[in-house]
């Protein structure tokens, strides 16, 4: 009789069902594979628990769902022997497999995310101020934001051109050539604006941005080289999906900017909503086959990161720039 252990092995499945019907014979749980009778065991749970354990691998649930039945196993344990039975053949991989097309899978993605920006995002106080029917948010806050904006647009080719590399698909590469010849050097166009308030280049490359605008490239350019598919989600948020307006730019207006500030940021954001770049993200899922549940349940995951993050940068460009008694955090003055 074979004997199966589980060993460590990534985890894959995501609803898996049990391709045969496991008994218990001499005290022993036993399937029979194509007549081959195979021994399980586990040293985390009893013969009675396993046996239960193989029964609940319906096809119904996920195994999230089925470590809650099961307190003594960890979620990694859990994996790991489930994909054990799947390298045995002993999981029916048309039930164990689900996959949805790639504008089904954005269509669940933006429920998620649309959930966690209410939640998360707009209840910040940056963006609860914007929210005000009388806006009083001080100008050094919206000059801050600009310097940081400036700092991101600078360093985003460092996360764009990875994603040119890639092998994507021909409509994908397209949609994403086309984005980075629209994108490129749109710093320049902050920087007129920051010429307007008295802040030079030279004075930018003296600078460093704030901790949570760097840690936001840095993220991005992760994603860019590791993760592409979530980078890709990403950038409904970055270009402002859904907007008819430019918050930033109503906002600037309101308080009451000076037009040579407002005219160059204005200009940037009009090309973001002409090449309708927050319509980015559902024209390259549109392009991608499908996208299986382990990897949907993965990237609904990693959103939770991302609009932390995304948070924490509008959260620190308030907090900083309320306060900061000069605009430009000089690299000179350390």
């Known amino acids: 009789m074979e004997n199966i252990d589980a060993v460590p092995y990534a985890n894959r499945l995501f609803s898996p069902r049990l391709a045969y019907k496991p008994e218990i014979e001499d005290g022993s749980v036993v399937i029979e594979r194509d007549g081959i009778p195979l021994l399980l065991e586990t040293e985390v749970l009893p013969t009675d628990k396993l046996l239960d354990l193989l029964n609940a691998l319906d096809g119904k649930r996920t195994l999230d769902e089925i470590k809650q039945d099961f307190p003594p196993i960890t979620c990694e344990e859990l994996a790991e022997f489930v994909e ?11 039930d164990a497999y689900q996959f949805k097309s790639g504008v089904e899978a954005l269509f669940e993605l933006e429920d998620t995310l649309n959930e966690l920006l209410h939640d998360k ?13 009388r806006v009083t948010i001080p100008k ?3 000059y801050g934001l600009a310097i940081e904006h400036y700092h991101f647009l600078f360093r ?10 890639r092998r994507n698909t021909g409509e994908i590469r397209e949609l994403m050539l086309d984005f980075f010849h629209d994108e490129y050097r749109h710093d320049t166009i902050i920087l007129k604006a920051l010429n307007a308030i008295g802040i030079s280049e030279e004075d930018l490359v003296d600078t460093m941005p704030l901790p949570t605008t760097l840690s936001l490239c840095n993220a991005l350019t992760y994603w860019s080289n590791n993760d592409p598919l979530f980078f890709f989600l990403t950038l409904s948020v970055l270009e402002g999906k859904d907007l008819a307006k430019d918050t930033y730019v109503d906002i600037c207006k309101k308080v009451g900017l000076d037009q040579a500030f407002i005219k160059p940021i204005e200009s940037h954001a009009n090309i973001n909503l ?5 319509n980015l993200t559902r024209l390259i899922f549109k392009n991608i086959p499908h996208v299986d549940a382990f990897n949907l349940r993965r990237l609904k995951s990693t959103l939770h990161l991302f609009v932390a993050m995304y948070d924490n940068f509008y959260t620190e460009v308030w907090q900083h720039y309320t306060d900061a008694p000069k605009l430009l955090r000089r690299v000179s003055d350390i």
């Open 84 to 94: 054990t039975l799947d390298r045995n053949a002993l999981i029916d991989v048309t």
């Open 121 to 133: 995002l707009y209840q910040n106080v940056f963006w609860k101020n914007c929210q005000q029917e």
């Open 140 to 142: 050094n806050i919206l």
């Open 156 to 165: 985003q080719n460092y996360f764009d051109a990875p994603i040119l590399a």
């Open 274 to 278: 002409k090449h309708q770049h927050g």
